[in-house]
């Protein structure tokens, strides 16, 4: 929905009536609106666009001409969408009489989740421990990326990165962005559904045209899952299908959209729409690190420590570790016993600290020597 909105200015109101109006009613100077939706939607229902507010304006008040206004009440529409809904979020004055000369206003409360700026990624591949699989497979996209006119239909404008949270999918998103040069567009799917039934498929369609004034590009959308849910559970979401139609026309490419790459991540394969699904010309599995990985990780990471550690032996903490991931080990090993530390207003992190991180994240029993604890 494209509207101009006006700014109004409240002036010192005065007690206009409408000729139209009863002897003791006040006009209302203006009106403001704001779209609300269908009482009951549907994924076929029509979310009606207002491309001219100055017709709108012209049509609102040959409609509700009469209507007592009140701040916080909806408007039906009766004519053109029968039963779409929009709020009163202000009129002035408060509780007068919708007129011939009331100036109406109606607010987009859509909000994009486009950038207006393009998003350059400081994360390299040397931040990116582990899963040398997937650097590997990267190294189409890369190419892709620097010469994008040479690929032409074998562009891989479609990529799948897939595996357990917290492996690294986004990191190596932004190391690819960062290598090539190129801006990346990082959402959450779960920022692309809208409030009302049409909203969805529109952003989803900005948030592409966005990425081709930039391109080359990369859009990279985590929690893929969200929006390409699986069609067959339509009744968890009434918008699934709008949005996953939106999704496909995209990436099939029937609007010639040069340079820009799509990677999708998720770790939850088997709700995603197959549809969607056979859309992706590569998947990239992301795995969990082993314990050389873990140990890479762990020391890294404590070395940026704002305080001092102490006696601490991370091979013992890798080996403890088997089955976190990478996110898991910094969030919720390091990062909680740093946290406790620094609670307890000590200067330094010890290997007892550690142990108590994976010890309660584990669900380790507690055990009267350390030997017992190295599992």
């Known amino acids: ?5 006006r700014t109004v200015q409240k002036t010192s109101v005065k007690s206009s009536r409408d000729s139209n109006s009863g002897p003791s009613e006040c006009t209302a100077e203006f009106l403001v609106l704001e779209p609300a939706g269908y009482p009951m939607a549907s994924v076929l229902d029509e979310y009606p666009e207002i491309s001219d507010p100055g017709v709108f304006e012209h049509y609102a008040r040959e409609q509700w001409r009469g209507y007592t206004a009140h701040k916080g009440d909806y408007l039906f529409d009766r004519r053109m969408y029968p039963d779409f809904a929009y709020k009163i979020t202000d009129v002035e004055p408060p509780a007068s009489v919708i007129g011939q000369r009331t100036h109406i206003i109606v607010q987009d409360t859509v909000v994009t ?9 400081d994360v390299t591949f040397d931040d990116v421990i582990g899963q040398q699989s997937a650097r590997k497979k990267c190294k189409l996209i890369e190419r892709f990326l620097e010469a994008p006119e040479k690929f032409g239909k074998w562009a891989p404008r479609n990529v799948l990165f897939f595996g357990p949270s917290g492996t690294g999918k986004t990191m190596l998103a932004k190391a690819l962005a960062n290598k090539t040069q190129v801006p990346i567009i990082p959402v959450k799917a779960t920022e692309l559904i809208g409030e009302f039934v049409g909203e969805g498929a529109r952003q989803i369609h900005q948030l592409y045209d966005r990425a081709q004034e930039m391109a080359p590009c990369i859009i990279f959308i985590d929690e893929l899952d969200a929006i390409a849910l699986d069609r067959r559970h339509q009744e968890l979401r009434g918008d699934v299908a ?4 939106a999704l496909l026309t995209e990436m099939d490419g029937i609007v010639e959209r040069p340079g820009v790459c799509t990677i999708g991540a998720t770790n939850r394969t088997d709700t995603i729409d197959p549809a969607v699904r056979s859309r992706f010309e590569e998947e990239i599995e992301f795995t969990l690190p082993d314990e050389k990985e873990r140990l890479a990780i762990l020391e890294t990471n404590i070395g940026t420590f704002p305080i001092s550690v102490k006696d601490v032996d991370l091979k013992i903490i890798a080996n403890m570790t088997d089955g976190l991931s990478g996110r898991d080990l910094v969030s919720k090993v390091l ?3 740093l946290h406790n530390v620094i609670i307890e207003d000590r200067d330094s992190v010890t290997q007892d600290d550690l142990y108590a991180s994976v010890k309660k994240l584990k669900n380790i029993p507690s055990a009267s020597n350390n030997d017992r604890m190295y599992i």
């Open 1 to 5: 929905m494209i509207l101009i909105v």
């Open 113 to 121: 989740i486009v950038p207006a700026v393009e998003f350059r990624s």
């Open 242 to 245: 709008e949005i996953v139609n």
């Open 335 to 337: 990062k909680t016993a």
